[in-house]
């Protein structure tokens, strides 16, 4: 009795084993994924002005090159959602408006500063084509990170912030959203070439002035747009 329950056990879990192993390869033969590369460049609009002893000062980012790099998984034939991240410098440079020119070595320091986004979005694809060229737009929630370098926390250190002879600056964390537009034109069956543009919001980094290093303060107020410009390609994977 014992030995034909063993047996029946046995028998049992190697055809739970079979269907599952059945089920698992149908998944996997019906799954599709869009791996993504793109490079390009991006613009942040943040000018800021802010007041320290009595002198007024300017702050922007230089526009920089930037890469992205994703994931998409097809919903249906027309929505994806998308993980994505982007990299990319994007100094700040401080501008001391009472010197003048102010584009003299004497007026302008600069912080190198380097820019992670993380994205996740849902991208929808319209539902026809204009020659060839499929038109989409994105929307979704962010994590940034805005990072001076090692040698910008050094300069602040060493030379100070506006008029504060030194200042301890950090990286700033922000949450936010994007919102996008795109192409996307099939090449072959699985490539396509994309072309895309996107604005991640957040609020302005402070690069954690104050603080109680130093009394060195930088007042920000509003939104910072970080516009995105890239084009590249998508390898779709999976079923077709």
């Not at 990286?171 to 490539?191: A, I, Q």
Request: with cysteine.
């Amino acid at each position: 009795m014992m030995k034909k329950t063993v047996q029946g056990l046995m028998v049992l879990t190697a055809l739970l084993w079979s269907t599952g192993g059945v089920q698992a390869r149908d998944l996997f033969k019906n799954a599709q994924l869009d791996v993504y590369g793109l490079v390009g460049g991006s613009t942040i609009v943040d000018a800021q002005y802010f007041n320290s002893a009595g002198r007024l000062y300017h702050t922007r980012f230089e526009p920089s090159p930037k890469f992205s790099l994703g994931i998409a998984v097809p919903y249906n034939k027309f929505l994806s959602i998308e993980s994505g991240f982007s990299y990319g410098p994007n100094d700040l440079v401080l501008t001391n408006t009472n010197v003048f020119p102010h584009t003299s070595p004497g007026s302008v320091t600069v912080f190198p500063v380097n820019v992670y986004l993380g994205t996740l979005s849902a991208v929808v694809h319209a539902p026809f084509s204009a020659h060839k060229f499929q038109p989409y737009v994105e929307g979704g929630v962010e994590y940034d990170r805005f990072s001076p370098t090692q040698s910008a926390i050094a300069s602040a250190i060493r030379n100070g912030w506006a008029s504060t002879s030194t200042a301890l600056i950090n990286h700033n964390d922000k949450f936010g959203f994007s919102l996008g537009v795109g192409l996307d034109r099939k090449l072959t069956k699985r490539l396509s070439l994309r072309i895309d543009a996107r604005d991640h919001v957040t609020s302005s980094p402070a690069f954690g002035l104050p603080n109680s290093y130093s009394n060195a303060f930088y007042t920000v107020k509003g939104r910072c747009n970080n516009i995105v410009y890239t084009a590249g390609f998508v390898y779709h994977l999976g079923k077709m």
